[in-house]
């Protein structure tokens, strides 16, 4: 899906935030080129068709949200053989391209054989890239996420080039190493180092806020492809803003907060997370960008009320 010519724009998973009802809306919003899905934990057990059905509604509809933006999923785990299951049964069920996460920095997660901690063993990783990619069609891209390694940010060299020798399609790399989790500061200058040394296409992330911001990752790295996350919830503005920069497809974007909000809970529909989601995204874009309703919001008891309190 991601080829070395062709500039990109994805939306980063964000695991409670980034969910299908937020990848509607994004789509919705016509800047990005694919959404990465919120990981699916794979750990004693393959997963099941029901879990990819509840927590991937786009399998439904092609894999592309209802607005139309591509879905890729992603699964997190440190099983082979249990990784490629899974990953078959997302194939069996419509997706047309799965990521693997070696990345996620979370305690929980880390301690159970998953996300960043995959990073201190290089050869794992290539093993669960490996089993992932050799389980499906070659028309079904297989990326991988990784963090700059554990503790030292020169390990990307290593882990990047073991996903690029099991298989992976693309790497998305996030600029911080595990131990620093989202602390700064970002390194991205290791990102374009792998770039220069692997022939596939290399995904810049981390600490993207402003179109500055995005000038400097570029000029660091020599990207063509990069991810966001927090800062284009912080932003609104920013996913178009480094869209034109890109060169993509993308509307002149005329927004105001009430009716993102407004946006999101009729993609939720009648989703019983809805106002959870909406204090996160509350809470994320206060803190980091300009939102200046959280105070009014945050003890909001039902969606009406969030909104109401935001007039």
């Not at 099983?79 to 299951?85: F, G, S």
């Not at 099991?166 to 990102?191: D, F, M």
Request: proline share 5%; with cysteine.
């Amino acid at each position: 899906m991601l080829t070395l010519d062709t500039p990109a724009l994805l939306l980063a998973p964000m695991d409670g935030v980034t969910d299908a009802s937020m990848r509607a809306l994004q789509g919705e919003q016509g800047a990005f080129t694919l959404a990465v899905s919120e990981f699916l934990r794979v750990s004693a057990e393959p997963l099941s068709r029901k879990v990819f059905r509840r927590d991937i509604p786009e399998l439904n509809t092609d894999c592309r949200t209802t607005t139309g933006l591509p879905v890729q999923i992603q699964l997190l785990g440190g099983n082979p053989e249990r990784m490629a299951l899974s990953a078959q049964t997302a194939h069996a069920l419509g997706a047309n391209s799965i990521d693997l996460n070696f990345g996620c920095p979370a305690a929980t997660v880390n301690r159970h054989d998953g996300g960043a901690s995959l990073l201190q063993y290089p050869q794992r990783i290539r093993e669960i890239v490996a089993a992932v990619r050799g389980a499906l069609p070659q028309h079904v891209a297989v990326s991988a996420k990784l963090r700059l390694g554990w503790d030292d940010i020169n390990s990307i060299h290593e882990n990047a080039a073991m996903a690029a020798e099991g298989g992976a399609s693309w790497i998305t790399i996030h600029a911080r190493t595990k131990k620093q989790g989202y602390a700064p500061p970002v390194y991205w200058k290791p990102i374009g180092q792998v770039r220069e040394a692997l022939n596939i296409p290399v995904v810049a992330n981390g600490d993207i806020w402003t179109l500055d911001d995005f000038k400097r990752c570029r000029q660091e790295t020599g990207c063509l492809h990069y991810m966001l996350g927090r800062g284009a919830l912080a932003n609104p503005s920013l996913s178009h803003q480094v869209a034109g920069q890109l060169g993509l497809p993308h509307r002149t974007m005329d927004w105001d907060w009430l009716t993102l909000f407004r946006g999101l809970v009729k993609h939720a529909q009648a989703s019983g997370r809805t106002l959870l989601r909406l204090k996160q995204w509350g809470k994320m874009a206060s803190t980091f960008g300009d939102f200046p309703y959280f105070q009014a919001v945050k003890l909001s008891t039902s969606v009406d009320e969030f909104l109401e309190n935001m007039v």
